[in-house]
């Protein structure tokens, strides 16, 4: 087997792949992405992303940020933000994480623990995926802004709250005249940015390699 | 069989027992155990305290207690299930709040 790197299709930049033919019995650490397509047995901590390609198999404790699991896992998962199985995914253990996705066609065995659901906000559309994963929905895109059709001698889009200041008579309370100046600036408008611009670990951000080699 | 499923309004609340053979929609509350042969959906409305016995279910509500299903379980987005979940599929959908255990069959390779 010479090709212990088979290109994937979600093969990033900077991640470390552990080959096909790889098999690591052991403990594994770091701070950047791991795409396993062998097989790991031990334990992983990362401070970022697991993914376990189809052809990947963990039989580990695994502490991550993210996982992205289309392969076999057999072992616990704590994840930071998320786990996702995705369609080829297989699982037995226990996850736990705030947020976890279970695609149609995953197969899973174990215990689902996202922590405190009675007090979760409601679910935060713009918050990102960590990696657009094959089978994933695609992100909503951004809403078209709405055209501003003016129609002929309409008002262009005066901002409500300032033209609703209070216009206070000038001989009743003039001691509340002040408060004048607090109210609600007109309209500093700032373009409402597309969910995805943030919260994006974006590719372009610091890529921070620790490798650790002993 | 009726094309519009059976539905028990949001202002109905059921303690007790509820069977059927018939598609059906649950807007309001139950409490006790649900028994269906066929499919079911609990809206956002809903809210369930009770074992679930049923082909399939799709949640958008809350359910606490136990849920077997002999297809497809489907949790979405705004569900908030705390419940042990024994069916061949399930789903949880992103923003979807589940406490409890998840029984698919698990096909393993050799040696794993």
């Known amino acids: 087997m010479a090709t212990a790197r088979t290109p994937t299709p979600s093969s990033p930049d900077g991640a470390t792949i552990i080959g096909e033919s790889v098999h690591i019995r052991g403990q594994l650490n770091g701070g950047e992405d791991l795409h396993v397509l062998g097989r790991v047995e031990g334990r992983v901590d990362l401070e970022r992303t697991l993914v376990v390609a189809q052809s990947g198999i963990v039989k580990a404790e695994v502490s991550v940020k ?4 289309s392969g076999v896992v057999v072992g ?4 930071t933000e998320s786990v996702e199985l995705t369609r080829e995914g297989r699982m037995v253990g226990d ?3 705030p947020r976890i996705i279970i695609v149609d066609g995953a197969s899973f065995r174990g215990n689902v623990d996202m922590g405190d659901i009675a007090n ?9 995926r960590p990696r657009p994963a094959p089978a994933a929905r695609p992100a909503p895109p951004p809403q078209a802004r709405p055209t501003l059709t003016a129609k002929p001698g309409a008002k262009p889009a005066a901002p409500a709250p300032a033209a609703k200041a209070p216009e206070k008579a000038p001989d009743k309370a003039p001691e509340k005249a002040p408060e004048k100046a607090e109210q609600p600036r007109p309209a500093s408008v700032t373009p409402l940015e597309p969910p995805a611009a943030k919260g994006l670990p974006q590719k372009a951000q610091k890529t921070r390699v620790i490798v650790k080699r002993k | 069989m009726a094309d519009a499923p059976c539905v028990i309004g949001r202002g109905i609340t059921i303690k007790g027992n509820l069977s059927g053979a018939e598609q059906l929609v649950i807007e309001g509350a139950v409490e006790g155990h649900i028994s269906l042969k066929n499919h079911l959906t609990i809206k956002e409305t809903g809210r369930i305290t009770a074992d679930i016995t049923t082909h399939s279910l799709m949640v958008h509500g809350q359910v606490s207690g136990n849920i077997e299903a002999n297809d497809l379980v489907s949790l979405s987005s705004e569900a908030s299930v705390v419940a042990d979940i024994k069916a061949p599929r399930v789903v949880l ?9 998840i029984e698919m069959d698990v096909e393993l390779p050799p040696g794993v």
């Open chain 1, 66 to 69: 993210n996982a992205i699991i």
């Open chain 1, 76 to 79: 616990n998962i704590h994840a």
């Open chain 1, 95 to 97: 996850i736990y994480s």
């Open chain 1, 120 to 128: 979760m906000p409601a679910r935060k559309p713009s918050a990102e």
């Open chain 2, 93 to 101: 959908e992103d923003g979807a709040r589940f406490k409890g255990r």
